[in-house]
């Protein structure tokens, strides 16, 4: 396992190994004496999916002294892990085939699924991003996209009448322009070469004199490949999100539902 | 933009007395003292003569014994100059004996603050001396064994030892001058050995008297070569101890003081912020002595911090920082010694205000030449650090911790108490961060996460609570001060006028100016200007569960912390 | 006022200076609004309209015909409105009320059976033990078990009557971990099945039928008939018997044995004046006892006595001239008992020094219709069965109960079914086969219906079909009797079975030296293993009688 993917509060598997241990324990006891253990399970379900929602609670108010977000997110995907248990032995080990049981357990392993995706992605994207270089607000990138096209149009503009001026407005008409004044969600393998060498292009076709106004374009297109970049990754990171949360919501609402059915045909 | 005087004479150097109760003859009592006699009154500007220092910036205070002068954490912002009596300094709970405080007031605090203290108290942190109070030795400074601990206070002219007496402070003392230029806490409780009287000079006008005269720097030098050299330095010194009294005061007659004072650094700072950054910074630092450069000196410093750094290419790369009672040159001491060439090992600059005492190394060859402990330390000493002389250097240091360490020393980030460092290999870019200061404070966070990045570690633009808060220079009413509890820098909402003076002198841009809202609307001024006031990270000093944003980073990338713990942040990614 | 340009602090205001107006988070948050307030509307719906999304799974295709109409297994009967999570075990014997949902028998059985292993503690074993020994346990019979604890519904196609090993441990307390390791001898299972005829496999099967195989092969139109198993058992077709099905003893037993059973003459009644005969005698007692409508001295030479003594259909055929002449002591006719025809009721006396006496001459062992069984023969010693049976407790340690005994001998030799002397039984007649008069205490008659079955307790029906088709031709043996059964050498002691009771092990003494080895767990488990074929309790124990 990558070094970025260990846990970093030990004591969180181990008290998580212990819980799954307890409940498969006691799943185990009560079958043998012939014991319902479908109640006693969905209630720790849904007490534990409470816990798990409520970290969102939690980061809405963030004075309160009830412990950092880091460890709230710690037991939350620890919480959640250990729920991988507890709801098997919940539907009896056995895929559920009703229509509405399916549907919340597809529901439920969807959560899982991209909550470990995006706690992935929290620990693999992070390094990435510095390997990118640069830093910026995911939100200023627009902003910053169109002022990279400013300065490339300023640029072009300023060096008219020079000798070589027309390659470079040409470039910019049908390059630049395009290519600079939104950020792209997309991350151009191999772009630096390509970049490097299509401006060592427009160099040798621009001439020697206007080698600064090149190499000012130069720069301003490695600054927009790098907000690409961030475009992209940033983007993922805040993304993810979209999907987790939304199932998470579905499948707490299924969960309730679940249990008010339940509650009203039971005994 | 000044605002207009209410009345004449706002311009005036003094508005009220320091002590009301300054009489005529006080004040001719205190320009007797030797202290102010050694000051010509004709160095002194014409707004702020030296008769109008002692009259409006002294109190002579009187002081019946066991009375208590200053209490160890107090803000400092005044130095004192001791008449007649002794004091003493105590030394409870600075060398770890015993924690009661018989006189710490209850402070009346809000429930939620109760409750953030209740919490607080269940994990109490452990009692330790604050770093920037002890003159811990490190690096090229002798390792002095945990039995002889010994206590250098950074605002008092005095050394302390675990197994001794209390040390004392007798006439003529002068002390107290750093924390109150720096506003920083009190290093000892002081209190009242017999009857005694004082003079209190407030921090204004220590800085007038500093500036316009030598007299004071030559008279703490004079005080110094008479007494703390003896007895705090020669004596605790694994080096000078072992030497013979007659040496000793050999060195003493020998020893030669030097200043290096950079009150004003920010504003180079600031300037220095437009051009490259790097390559301006440490070069504006005054150099002590350069790497390579022919020993000529023993240096020995007696307060504020220098720099010990080595020359990487165009740059420097710093090595570390001594503090007081740190030596330097016992290398070259030693290579001269056993006739090899005598350099300097590493290039020494000075950090802020500096006082240190140099020895010629020559005389210092001569009196240590006979004595075979003193040349058995040396060799000892020298065998404990890494070999290199051309500075492997910082060797406790990962080399991630090093670079680290040298972009917080360029970018003087060593002045913050509470830095705010990003982790950005562990940040997701989440804004959980700025979301929950935003939350904790009306919706306005005051902070953005954006700022110079080294290292991958991001330093956002937030108020470090600096050891020298220079935004407190020039506030009018006094709203940005510091707060009693903690020690952060807050901003009086109430008070403040919005004259920008803080934002406009901190260094760091971490103060902003923000419209005052009344109801959603816009406030105006007379002349059509929106009404300002300032924001800036406040720690959430009124918050029971600390700073939110550091509990609000579901990553463990964000942290608070002073120079060294930052260091830990490097070290924990080296380990990850 | 002025700031310094470059400063990030400038007043930009982008969604990142207003953190809790980020439209990213805003859009997510409405995005999980709508959803969730979209799945609410279809959960809402889909409740209204029925319990398609309600329902854990489809029925099994044999419940299919109950639809959607939950309150079939889910409501009380008087209720069913009043629909509640569990199917109750009360619905499910609307229907399956054959099935026995008690185990054991009956409630105070299987308390005394529960019980009673409960308080040996030393067979406890494993965690089901320890877990129902702990508060609240499966003790006793006291917790009722429900269907559904062992049969889920709402699972589609999956089998309904798969339960498996440790659903029957919950109560069954496994002493030994499984099948092929530690289950307890099976005992002796050929002989399980009480025979109704006194036979032994070891002389007939290593034999006798070895110089018969030619002969039988010529009876047999089995054309598999070269085992000899199949010689006198039909092929087992039928999957329900756990004993392949004898062939008629015509065609197997009087093949050789027609000369233990020869004809033989009843001598009923003998004339008045002369020695009474053992039906005589047998009557006086009964009359004795009360046990009769009151009879007259010379009743008995009337057929209404007679019809009053043992109904019409024994004393069918008697004529009453043979009565009034035996009753007048005026038999004249002498014959020879071969001259008597068979099948008839006549006075005569066979021998000088006999008394005349009203015969019966049986029919042969190889009569068309009843084979070597005569009807007539049959109906007496059921009549003196019962009368045995009714007498014997009630005179029991009386005077009269040895009278009684030895009447019942006389009249057993009388009727043919016992030899005279036994020691010299050159026609053993019916008691060489059957059991009859052979307990030396008790009662005289012996055993000479077949005994009742021993309960078979959880015992499932053993398919030979199933062994014999597939199971054992898979394997790669034989598909033969010998596969599993074999002819043991040693003697069958009765004495240490465990699983006869004392009647039954006095009669098994008579048994020939040898027969079928016992079938053990050892025989079953070449088969039945780790790996191979299912040795899960069920897989020879059923639960439901």
Known sequence: ??????????????????????????????????????????????????????????KRVPSLPVGGNALWLGWHVWLGLATIAVIHIHIGWRLPIGTFSWLLYSLYWSVVVTGLVGLALGRLLPPLLATIGGEIIYERIPERALALHAEAAAVVEDCAGTPGAETLKRHFVDRLDGELATPRRTWRLGA???????????????????????????????????????????????????????????????????????????? | ??????????????????????????????????????????????????????????????????????????????????????????????????????????????????????????????????????????????????????????????????DEEPPRLGPGTFFGEMSAIGRTPRSATVEAATDCEVVEIRAQGVRDLRVADPGLSGYIFDRYRETSLQRDHFRHSPLFSLLSSYAQDALRAAAVFETHSCFDWQSTYQTGQQDQRRAGD?????????????????????????????????????????????????????????????????????????ELVRFPLDVVAELVAGNGKAIAWLRENRARRPASVAGVGADTLAPAAVDLLEALGTTRHYNGTSVMTIDLERCTRCDDCVRACSQTHNGQPRFVRHGPTSQGFLFPNACMHCMDPVCLVGCPTGAIARDDDGGQVVVNDQLCIGCSSCANTCPYDNIRMVERRHHGA??????????????????????????????????????????????????????? | MARPQGNPFHHKVSSHEQPMQSRLRRLRGRVSLIAGALLLLVLGVAYRQGTGLVSEGPLHSKHAFIGDDCAVCHAPDDDPTHVRLDGKTTNCLRCHATMNAEPHGDRARTRRLTTASAQR???????????????????????????????????????????????????????????????????????????????????????????????????????????SCTACHLAPEHPEHLTPVVKRAEIICMTCHDKDVPTTSFPLLTARGSAPSAFAQLVEQLNAAGRLKPLGKDDLFTLEGLRAVAGADLVAGIGSEDLALLKADRVKEIAQEAELPPGQWRAVKLADDEPAALNYRTVGPLHPQFGHRDPLVSGWLAWLSARDTEMRPAIAGTPAAGPWRDNVRRFLIDVGAIPFDPA???????????????????????????????????????????????????????????????????????????????????????????????LGVATCTQCHRQGEVSQACTTCHQYHQ
């Open chain 2, 1 to 162: 933009m000044t605002p207009r005087a209410p009345s004449g004479g706002f311009t005036a150097r003094w508005k009220a007395p320091f002590a009301a109760g300054m009489t005529e003859s006080d004040v001719a009592r205190v320009l007797g003292l030797p202290l102010f006699q050694r000051m010509d009154p004709v160095n002194f500007a014409v707004r702020a003569p030296l008769e109008g220092i002692v009259r409006n910036d002294c109190a002579l205070r009187r002081l019946s014994a066991g009375q208590v002068l200053m209490r160890q954490g107090d803000l400092g912002s005044s130095a004192f100059l001791v008449v007649s009596g002794e004091l003493r300094v105590s030394l409870r709970g600075i060398l770890g004996d015993d924690h009661d405080y018989p006189d710490e007031e209850l402070r009346p605090e809000s429930p939620p603050g109760i409750l953030g203290r209740i919490w607080r108290n269940l994990r109490p942190s452990p009692e330790r001396v604050p770093r920037h109070l002890l003159a811990v030795p490190a690096g090229e400074a002798p390792v002095v064994s945990p039995h002889a601990l010994v206590v250098y206070f950074q605002d008092l002219p005095v050394a302390a030892r675990r």
């Open chain 2, 282 to 354: 440490i070069a504006r630092e005054p150099l002590i002595c350069d790497h390579g450069q022919p020993a000529q000196w023993l240096y020995l410093v007696c307060s504020g911090f220098v720099r010990r750094c080595r020359v990487d290419g165009d740059g420097e790369t710093t090595l570390g920082y001594l503090a007081k009672g740190a030596l330097f040159g016992d290398d070259a001491l030693l290579n001269h010694l056993d006739d090899r060439a005598r350099e300097y090992s590493a290039r020494l600059r000075a950090l802020g205000h500096v």
């Open chain 3, 424 to 518: 010299k039984a050159a026609t053993p007649r019916c008691s060489k086969c059957h059991y009859v008069g052979q307990e030396s205490a008790g009662s005289g008659l012996g055993d000479f219906k077949r005994p009742a079955d021993v309960p078979p307790a959880f015992m499932r029906t053993f398919s030979h079909f199933i062994h014999a088709r597939s199971g054992l031709a898979q394997a790669g043996k034989p598909a033969d009797c010998s596969s599993c059964h074999q002819v043991v050498k040693a003697a069958f002691d009765p004495a240490g079975h465990p699983l006869l009771d004392d009647r039954r092990r006095r009669l098994e003494t008579h048994r020939h030296a040898g027969d079928w080895q016992h």
């Open chain 2, 522 to 576: 816009e406030v105006l001024d007379p002349g059509g200007y929106p009404l300002l006031r300032a924001a800036k990270c406040d720690l959430c000093h009124n918050q029971p569960g600390g700073p939110a944003c550091v509990s609000a980073c579901p990553h463990d990338a964000l942290s608070r912390d002073a120079l060294p713990g930052l260091l830990d942040l490097a070290r924990r990614r080296e380990g990850a």
């Open chain 1, 1 to 58: 396992m990558s070094a970025w993917l260990r846990p970093r509060r030990l004591w969180l598997p181990g008290l998580t190994a212990l819980a799954i241990a307890g409940v498969l324990a006691l799943a185990a006891f009560r079958a043998a004496r012939l014991e319902d253990n479908r109640l006693w399970s969905g209630w720790t379900m849904l007490s534990a999916l409470a816990v798990l929602a409520a970290f969102n609670l939690r």
């Open chain 3, 121 to 227: 503690p030393a067979q406890r074993l494993g965690f089901v033990a320890w877990a129902n020994a702990q508060p609240g346990g499966r003790r006793d019979a006291h917790a009722e078990i429900a269907c559904t604890a062992c049969h889920q519904e709402h699972r589609g196609g999956a089998d309904l009557t798969a339960v498996t090993t440790a659903t029957c441990s919950a109560c069954h307390r496994n002493v030994f971990p499984s099948f092929d390791h530690g289950h307890p001898e099976l005992g002796d299972l050929p002989a399980r099945r009480p025979r109704q005829v006194r036979f032994d496999h070891a002389t007939h099967y290593g034999r006798h039928f070895d110089k018969m195989t030619e002969q039988f092969a010529r009876l047999n139109t089995d054309q598999r008939a070269t085992s």
């Open chain 1, 192 to 267: 630096e070469a390509a970049i490097a060498a299509r401006f060592a292009v427009l160099a040798r076709a621009a001439g020697p004199a206007l080698a600064a106004p090149v190499a000012d374009l130069l720069a301003i297109v490695r600054e927009k490949l790098l907000l690409d970049r961030h475009w992209l990754v940033q983007g993922v990171l805040k993304g993810w999100l979209f999907v987790h949360i939304p199932l998470a919501v579905l499948a707490l609402i299924a969960a309730i539902y679940h249990a008010a059915i339940i509650l009203a045909y039971h005994g």
